[in-house]
């Protein structure tokens, strides 16, 4: 151990407990309840009968007396959530796995094949990204008419990968830059052509950007709205933030608690994807704000 790490270590008696916990414990244990009350809120919502949903007097709004499945059972077998939930995972992961295709092909092109005007061309597809979808989705609208694709996976399918791969790109971009040259100018002096360099060194040393990149597309077309409204109207063909703003919601009439069963249930896919690739996604994170 360094001389500096000595004395940090001997320090460490000057670090009361209450400092600590001003400066450690306490931050950090407000972050965790503003960022998890929400899922408690909705645990709590799901799991409440209505008579102590709405009568704030006799019952505590954050705790639950009666626990009841009622909200459940009616957002299971009332309305076609499970087809909301297939229909969005096909389309998450199809789009998804487009997406990267393309993103990797061509953050590759960008930033490893050295031409002239790379990084422009870089510029240009973040900026692709920053377009709202609240304007494209008309363009798009008249294009998924013309082709017939109205109504159907297919149509979203196709077109998430439009504000997917630029985001998916450039993330891609900053990590295939901390990648050294000095593999792929070994490779090619071997022999290997540019797509076993891609398939064999880069995308291997790459991957938790890859899993990180996916992981930013899985969650985007999850939760995308707009496209999704626009596109789709048979209620059998709906995803799920569509599906239980459009079915559960009656006029003035907001059927809370199947609303937050179907809110909670929607986010625990993505909420264990997070977790399962938590490191992946650090890591990728890194990589990306380095020149």
Same mark, same amino acid.
């Given at each position: 151990?360094?001389?500096? #790490?000595?004395?940090?270590?001997?320090?460490?008696?000057?670090?009361?407990?209450?400092?600590?916990?001003?400066?450690?414990?306490?931050?950090?244990?407000?972050?965790?309840?503003?960022?998890?009350?929400?899922? +408690?809120?909705?645990?709590?919502?799901?799991?409440?009968? #209505?008579?102590?949903? +709405?009568?704030? !007097?006799?019952?505590?709004? &954050?705790?639950?007396?009666?626990?009841?499945?009622?909200?459940?059972?009616?957002? &299971?077998?009332?309305?076609? +959530?499970?087809?909301?939930?297939?229909?969005?995972?096909?389309?998450?992961?199809?789009?998804?796995?487009?997406?990267?295709?393309?993103?990797?092909?061509? =953050?590759?092109?960008?930033?490893?094949?050295?031409?002239?005007?790379?990084?422009?061309?870089?510029?240009?597809?973040?900026?692709?990204?920053?377009?709202?979808?609240?304007?494209?989705?008309?363009?798009?609208? =008249?294009?998924?008419?013309?082709?017939?694709? &109205? #109504?159907?996976?297919?149509?979203?399918?196709?077109?998430?990968?439009?504000?997917?791969?630029?985001?998916?790109?450039?993330?891609?971009?900053?990590?295939?830059?901390?990648?050294?040259?000095?593999?792929? !100018?070994?490779?090619?002096? #071997?022999?290997?052509?540019?797509?076993?360099?891609?398939?064999?060194?880069?995308?291997?040393?790459?991957?938790? @950007?890859?899993?990180?990149?996916?992981?930013?597309?899985?969650?985007?077309?999850?939760? !995308?709205?707009?496209?999704?409204?626009?596109?789709?109207?048979?209620?059998?063909?709906?995803?799920?933030?569509? @599906?239980?703003?459009?079915?559960?919601?009656?006029?003035?009439?907001?059927?809370?608690?199947?609303?937050?069963? =179907?809110?909670?249930?929607?986010?625990?896919?993505?909420?264990?994807?997070?977790? &399962?690739?938590? !490191? +992946?996604?650090?890591?990728?994170?890194?990589?990306?704000?380095?020149?």
């Amino acid at each position: 151990m360094s001389t500096a #790490d000595d004395q940090t270590v001997g320090m460490d008696y000057l670090e009361s407990f209450p400092r600590k916990f001003l400066r450690v414990y306490l931050p950090l244990g407000l972050i965790m309840v503003f960022l998890l009350f929400p899922f +408690y809120w909705m645990t709590v919502a799901t799991f409440k009968p #209505d008579a102590e949903m +709405y009568d704030y !007097e006799k019952y505590n709004p &954050f705790w639950i007396v009666h626990p009841t499945f009622e909200h459940i059972t009616k957002l &299971f077998f009332e309305t076609d +959530y499970p087809l909301w939930m297939w229909n969005t995972v096909i389309v998450s992961v199809s789009s998804t796995f487009i997406s990267l295709f393309a993103s990797v092909c061509a =953050a590759y092109a960008i930033e490893r094949l050295r031409y002239k005007g790379s990084r422009y061309v870089g510029l240009a597809i973040f900026l692709g990204y920053l377009v709202p979808p609240s304007i494209l989705f008309i363009p798009l609208a =008249a294009i998924v008419f013309q082709l017939g694709l &109205f #109504d159907g996976n297919l149509a979203l399918i196709l077109t998430y990968p439009t504000f997917l791969i630029p985001f998916c790109t450039w993330l891609l971009m900053g990590y295939f830059r901390t990648i050294p040259y000095e593999l792929e !100018e070994c490779a090619l002096i #071997d022999g290997a052509t540019r797509l076993q360099i891609l398939t064999k060194i880069t995308l291997p040393l790459s991957l938790p @950007g890859v899993i990180s990149a996916g992981i930013f597309a899985f969650t985007l077309s999850w939760n !995308e709205f707009i496209y999704a409204l626009t596109f789709i109207s048979s209620s059998e063909n709906k995803t799920i933030p569509v @599906g239980a703003i459009t079915e559960l919601v009656n006029g003035d009439v907001y059927h809370w608690g199947a609303l937050m069963a =179907a809110a909670l249930t929607g986010s625990v896919p993505v909420v264990i994807l997070y977790s &399962f690739f938590v !490191e +992946y996604y650090v890591s990728a994170m890194t990589g990306a704000v380095k020149e």
